[in-house]
């Protein structure tokens, strides 16, 4: 509970920060969102001259793409700001304010700062995702709902994962925000139908990088492609794993953390 | 001559200090290149019952995000955040109080920059051969081959005179970043970085022929193909030449203007 708390009180604040530098908002979200544009410009035009893709139909696809968009979205706003500051924590020695705090280290470092402009852009993917989904005739109840956000939840914390093992690797490197970049990049692509890659690529996909498991598998229980179980326990068992994973590499890795400034 | 001896020593210089910095080129390069695995998956699964479209067979299309990949270092014609920050910061003094010309002197450091990226950018793709080798499309003879480097060596010079023109705006707009995010929207799309052009319906079509964007990537990129008719190709490099000359012309009078607004902020 003093954990939802603490959470509230950042959201607050950095809440109040946004509404100070008001600027080229309009600006900003038109930059978070133009991988999204471009997505959906290329698949627009690539079911001009196709029906289907690997049996996904135009609307699928953009169900898929918008899910993918609110995940990313999610993650930027939530996660993100706090991941890509880590460098510069140890860079100039600032992480000793964090260490001397009586809290959790890894959900002080995670979760202390929040930006908002994702957040507004949000508005744009839910209206294409009910837009596809009005499209697809489907009749969805609100367990189907419930199991939808609860693996999106999912997609978003294992973007979380891997950005912050990325992160934790800056106790052993001095730069490593090229590498964050590259595996960002990467990952913006989970907004591709699983079924374009053949089996061993899946195989990689849903068990290694699981590029299929972040936007593919929320999207398709939403869609109904497959209602199995399997994908809701794997999803928890890999996040829950992964979770157990990174902490305890962070806290191992904490120790070759040597604060920079005397 | 004499005079232009200085600029390459400019271009001598930057090569050897890009070379230096090649682990971040690397990781960047490789931020571009690795999607391209996303790609060729997509339209392998595309291409299952279809030949092809609009002229692009399967090779052509993955030889067509493999080329754009690779020059698009150097003829993309985005904002230049190293004329952006000489304006912004007054650095622009320092180098207007030296015997040579701003804009001569950009174009060769640009030059000193792709060519070691180019080779670095090169060796890279060069992993993904293995994977794309039967897509592979070369030009069918040695004929188009000098005319592919003919238009590539155009689309260089057009590239580079439309990011200066986009950077050196930086002289009236005071707070960034607007520009450049527009620019970041519309280009990706108007140059074939996304798509290429003769995918989109063909009522666009015209439009597009008609900006200078397309000679920059798609443009090049089709030629190498050689599924461009050789009309077409003569076309297209008559445009060419015509927008290089405009943008010399608009990049010259803006620069002048430019100058006159110039306020040293910092120096």
């Not at chain 2, 996303?38 to 692009?56: C, E, G, S």
């Not at chain 2, 299309?61 to 007054?90: A, C, R, S």
Request: charge should be positive.
């Amino acid at each position: 509970m003093k954990y939802f708390y603490l959470w509230w009180l950042f959201f607050i604040s950095c809440f109040k920060k946004e509404i100070i530098f008001k600027g080229d908002f309009f600006l900003k979200i038109i930059s978070h969102l133009f991988w999204f544009l471009f997505s959906i410009i290329f698949f627009r035009i690539i079911y001009l001259y196709k029906s289907e893709i690997g049996g996904w139909n135009l609307y699928q696809t953009l169900c898929l793409l918008s899910v993918n968009q609110i995940i990313i979205s999610l993650y930027e706003s939530f996660f993100a700001p706090n991941i890509r500051k880590f460098q510069n924590y140890i860079e100039d020695g600032s992480f000793d304010h964090f260490i001397i705090k009586p809290l959790d280290l890894q959900f002080f470092v995670s979760t202390r700062f929040i930006n908002f402009n994702p957040l507004f852009s949000l508005s744009f993917s839910i209206l294409l995702l009910i837009y596809s989904l009005k499209n697809l005739n489907l009749s969805i109840n609100f367990m189907n709902i419930l199991i939808f956000l609860f693996l999106l939840l999912i997609g978003v914390v294992i973007r979380y994962i891997f950005g912050f093992l990325i992160m934790t690797l800056s106790f052993y490197f001095v730069r490593i925000n090229s590498l964050y970049a590259l595996h960002n990049e990467f990952l913006k692509y989970s907004g591709y139908p699983s079924s374009i890659y053949p089996k061993p690529a899946q195989f990689f996909f849903i068990f290694i990088i699981p590029v299929i498991v972040i936007a593919n598998f929320p999207a398709m229980s939403l869609m109904k492609f497959c209602l199995s179980y399997k994908i809701i326990l794997y999803s928890i068992v890999f996040v829950l794993f992964m979770f157990f994973l990174s902490r305890k590499f962070f806290y191992y890795s904490i120790k070759k953390y040597v604060s920079a400034s005397s | 001559m004499k005079g232009l001896n200085k600029y390459f020593g400019v271009i001598y210089n930057t090569i050897a200090e890009s070379s230096e910095f090649r682990i971040n080129h690397i990781f960047s390069f490789l931020t571009i290149a690795l999607p391209l695995i996303f790609m060729i998956f997509l339209w392998k699964k595309v291409y299952t019952d279809i030949n092809v479209i609009q002229n692009f067979s399967l090779s052509s299309i993955i030889t067509y995000y493999f080329l754009v990949i690779l020059i698009q270092d150097i003829t993309y014609p985005g904002v230049n955040f190293e004329i952006v920050e000489d304006i912004k910061e007054g650095r622009l003094s320092i180098i207007l109080t030296k015997p040579i010309s701003y804009p001569i002197y950009i174009f060769s450091i640009k030059i000193g920059v792709s060519l070691p990226y180019f080779l670095i950018s090169l060796m890279i793709l060069s992993i993904f051969l293995f994977i794309i080798k039967e897509n592979l499309v070369l030009p069918v003879d040695l004929c188009m081959g000098f005319i592919f480097l003919l238009v590539f060596f155009l689309s260089f010079v057009l590239g580079f005179l439309l990011s200066f023109i986009l950077s050196i705006f930086s002289f009236w707009i005071e707070e960034g970043g607007g520009l450049e995010k527009l620019t970041d929207v519309l280009i990706p799309i108007l140059s074939g970085l996304i798509l290429p052009l003769s995918f989109f319906p063909s009522f666009i079509h015209p439009f597009f022929k008609i900006l200078p964007f397309k000679y920059t990537l798609n443009f090049p990129v089709e030629v190498f193909l050689g599924i461009l008719p050789f009309q077409k190709i003569l076309e297209g490099i008559i445009f060419q030449i015509a927008w290089i000359f405009i943008s010399l012309l608009v990049s010259c009078l803006l620069w002048k203007r430019g100058l006159k607004h110039y306020k040293a902020i910092g120096g």
